[in-house]
């Protein structure tokens, strides 16, 4: 069973950056595209950026030109670094597997952006 981790979500202004980053218990992280996804009060779970395990990337319409995915397979690490922030992107964020998602899910990180 792969175990996920994420971090870095945080309380920022419209406008700023985070970096989340999502730590994997196991060397299968290198052999799976991997996702991004995040869930806002009231509404369902939502891919926003997926990478392959060769580094091909793919985003939501309504993060394009503003989060980056990227993944480290030496430290089974992945990373979204987000940029110009808005209200609409509070969520709870998660990583897992894509576009099947491994059965169990880390805690997910909060990044609340503010008005």
């Known amino acids: 069973q792969v175990q996920l981790v994420e971090s870095g979500g945080g309380l920022v202004q419209a406008g700023g950056s985070l970096r989340l980053s999502c730590a994997a218990s196991r060397n299968i992280f290198r052999l799976v595209a991997m996702g991004w996804y995040r869930q806002a009060p009231g509404k369902q779970r939502e891919l926003v950026a997926s990478?392959?395990?060769?580094?091909?990337?793919n985003y939501t319409d309504s993060v394009k030109g503003r989060f980056t995915i990227s993944r480290d397979n030496a430290k089974n690490t992945l990373y979204l670094q987000m940029n110009s922030l808005k209200p609409e992107d509070t969520a709870v964020y998660y990583c897992?597997?894509?576009?099947?998602?491994?059965?169990?899910w880390g805690q997910g990180t909060q990044v609340t952006v503010s008005s």
């Open positions: 990478i392959t395990n060769r580094g091909s990337t």
């Open positions: 897992n597997s894509d576009p099947r998602p491994f059965d169990s």
